[in-house]
């Protein structure tokens, strides 16, 4: 009867240690993984690199893979820095991008500030007479 007690409690702890033996040991791939989690997390990294983030996710893919064959531990580490890499890729293209619009959009609202400024002048130089009305504007609308 005692047999019967301890056999669910030996086949739970069989269950566990096989759990844990098929979990990634290795430390790289595991930095590989917080990588790509962090980058897959981030809402900005998701619409501006999805396709750099796709190549992330088949690097990880891959190292586990080469964990699962029970390849060398050279090959993960390996597989899982390119992974960890592409990831990197995919946060720096993210930022490049976010940035690029950044830049284009402070370019559209200096231009019409100027725009304004010079319109702004024009008409104040009307309500005073200083301004001729019988100028003609350049090609693009521009006095």
Not at 111 to 133: E, G, M, T, V
Request: with cysteine.
């Amino acid at each position: 009867m005692q047999n019967h007690r301890c056999l669910p409690m030996i086949l739970l702890a069989a269950t566990m240690l096989s759990a844990c033996s098929s979990m990634s040991q290795n430390p790289a791939l595991t930095e590989a993984h917080n990588r790509y989690y962090n980058a897959r997390t981030n809402p900005k990294i998701i619409d501006m690199a999805e396709p750099e983030l796709i190549a992330a996710d088949e690097s990880i893919d891959d190292a586990d893979h080469a964990v699962n064959e029970r390849q060398s531990n050279d090959v993960v580490n390996h597989l899982a820095y390119i992974a960890k890499q592409k990831a990197a890729i995919a946060e720096a293209t993210a930022l490049w991008k976010a940035t690029e619009l950044t830049v284009v959009d402070a370019a559209i609202k200096n231009y019409l500030a100027r725009r304004l400024i010079k319109l702004s002048r024009a008409a104040c130089l009307r309500k005073r007479n200083l301004y001729p009305l019988d100028i003609k504007m350049n090609k693009t609308g521009y006095f």
